[in-house]
């Protein structure tokens, strides 16, 4: 396709169009920086009370002004900032969702999927696809969570991009969990533990633990701090392949798919060992649908093969691990957003 027929496609046809929906696909990443320099140079913060001029954003953080043009006219072109005329940029909703201070704030996840931890496996997919194989130790030097441990900026990002996926289910779980006869809640590997902390705020009577390595422990803190729960909050540092706490309700969100079969049998047996009388586990994960199905969870299948050894699941695939691990009653609930809780009692 010629620069000539490009320019002739408006953007309906352009959207029709095979050609130019490749070149889409092909540039993805091109986006995914574009989205990290906004995230990297706060610009959702530093547009949100009022518009700048190019000049004046780059003033801000230090950024060279020509090149800090042209990133905010790619921006306006695909909806992060809007141009009022006489050379000033405005935020748009797109964009306040990478202010630091929104609710559902995905700032972490758009500076975490660009930098090193993400971005250098993904470097290596072809090798993923000769191998079957993650590509992180070769890419790194180290598994992923080993990475982070060693590089506490990554770490904090990651973090951070998990509290923001989770504010965005929080609601939704929050109001589907049955706490009849629950108390004391665990939520394993909750990095931050924003799903607990939201559980918590709901739910007065309850107290709860954050469970995950020990150097996330200090962020878990914080947070709980923050959100003025540190006296019924408190945050664990271990392994869950070893242990895990006592707990009436075990929340584990966003880990098994980290994990082949045989790590995954060994987190919920070990909840289900250390679980008080009657208690249950509520698995929040992407479900895999119908092949051709469009949605997030086959796409994130993918990255989990990249970047670990786990992957996206089917509710019959959790199903079995639950039973296998000793488990009953195993059933589903969808929410208002890509993920579902599976919740199951033990057998």
Same mark, same amino acid.
């Not at 909806?79 to 940029?89: I, K, M, P, T």
């Not at 598994?143 to 441990?149: I, K, S, W």
């Not at 990554?154 to 779980?173: K, R, Y």
């Given at each position: 396709?010629?620069?000539?027929?490009?320019?002739?496609?408006? +953007?309906?046809?352009?959207?029709?169009?095979?050609?130019?929906?490749?070149?889409?696909? &092909?540039?993805?990443?091109?986006?995914?920086?574009? #989205? =990290?320099?906004?995230?990297?140079?706060?610009?959702?913060? =530093?547009?949100?009370?009022?518009?700048?001029?190019?000049?004046?954003? /780059? /003033?801000? @953080?230090?950024?060279?002004?020509?090149?800090?043009?042209?990133?905010?006219?790619?921006?306006?072109?695909?909806?992060?900032?809007?141009?009022?005329?006489?050379?000033?940029? !405005? !935020?748009? +909703?797109?964009?306040?969702?990478?202010?630091?201070?929104?609710?559902?704030?995905?700032?972490?996840?758009?500076?975490?999927?660009?930098?090193?931890?993400?971005?250098?496996?993904?470097?290596?997919?072809?090798?993923?696809?000769?191998?079957?194989?993650?590509?992180?130790?070769?890419?790194?030097?180290?598994?992923?969570?080993?990475?982070?441990? %060693?590089? $506490?900026?990554?770490?904090?990002?990651?973090?951070?991009?998990? !509290?923001?996926?989770?504010?965005?289910?929080?609601?939704?779980?929050?109001? /589907?969990?049955?706490?009849?006869?629950?108390?004391?809640?665990?939520?394993?590997?909750?990095?931050?533990?924003?799903?607990?902390?939201?559980?918590?705020?709901?739910? +007065?009577?309850?107290?709860?633990?954050?469970?995950?390595?020990?150097?996330?422990?200090?962020?878990?803190?914080?947070?709980?701090?923050?959100?003025?729960?540190?006296? %019924? #909050?408190?945050?664990?540092?271990?392994?869950?392949?070893?242990?895990? $706490?006592?707990?009436?309700?075990?929340?584990?969100?966003?880990?098994? =798919?980290?994990?082949?079969?045989?790590?995954?049998?060994?987190?919920?047996?070990?909840?289900?060992?250390?679980?008080?009388?009657?208690? %249950?586990?509520?698995?929040? @994960?992407?479900?895999?649908?119908?092949?051709? *199905?469009?949605?997030?969870? $086959?796409?994130?299948?993918?990255?989990?093969?990249?970047?670990?050894?786990?992957? *996206? %699941?089917?509710?019959?695939?959790?199903?079995?691990?639950?039973?296998?691990?000793?488990?009953?009653?195993? &059933?589903?609930?969808?929410?208002?957003?890509?993920?579902?809780?599976?919740?199951?009692?033990?057998?």
């Amino acid at each position: 396709m010629t620069p000539d027929r490009l320019q002739e496609q408006t +953007p309906a046809a352009a959207h029709d169009d095979p050609g130019q929906r490749m070149l889409q696909m &092909m540039t993805g990443y091109w986006i995914s920086q574009l #989205v =990290h320099g906004a995230a990297y140079c706060s610009l959702a913060d =530093h547009l949100h009370a009022r518009s700048l001029t190019a000049t004046e954003m /780059a /003033a801000a @953080e230090g950024l060279d002004p020509r090149a800090t043009f042209r990133f905010l006219r790619a921006c306006a072109s695909i909806g992060l900032v809007a141009y009022d005329g006489d050379a000033r940029f !405005s !935020s748009t +909703p797109l964009l306040g969702l990478l202010r630091k201070s929104h609710p559902g704030s995905l700032r972490g996840m758009a500076l975490m999927l660009a930098e090193p931890g993400h971005w250098l496996p993904w470097g290596r997919f072809a090798d993923v696809l000769k191998t079957g194989e993650s590509q992180t130790k070769a890419a790194l030097g180290s598994e992923l969570f080993d990475y982070y441990a %060693r590089t $506490p900026a990554e770490a904090e990002n990651f973090s951070a991009a998990m !509290s923001g996926l989770t504010a965005a289910v929080a609601l939704d779980v929050v109001g /589907a969990l049955d706490l009849n006869g629950v108390s004391s809640v665990v939520d394993v590997g909750g990095a931050n533990g924003a799903l607990l902390i939201a559980l918590l705020k709901e739910h +007065p009577q309850l107290r709860g633990i954050i469970f995950d390595r020990p150097n996330v422990i200090p962020g878990a803190e914080k947070a709980a701090a923050d959100s003025g729960l540190a006296d %019924r #909050v408190t945050a664990v540092g271990g392994d869950f392949f070893t242990s895990v $706490p006592a707990g009436d309700l075990y929340l584990i969100k966003y880990i098994l =798919h980290d994990w082949d079969d045989a790590h995954c049998l060994t987190i919920l047996r070990n909840c289900q060992r250390a679980m008080n009388p009657g208690g %249950r586990v509520a698995v929040i @994960e992407l479900v895999l649908g119908e092949i051709g *199905e469009p949605g997030f969870a $086959p796409l994130m299948d993918i990255n989990m093969m990249v970047l670990v050894h786990g992957r *996206e %699941r089917s509710f019959a695939e959790y199903h079995a691990l639950l039973e296998a691990s000793g488990f009953g009653a195993v &059933m589903i609930m969808p929410t208002n957003t890509p993920m579902a809780i599976i919740e199951a009692r033990v057998a």
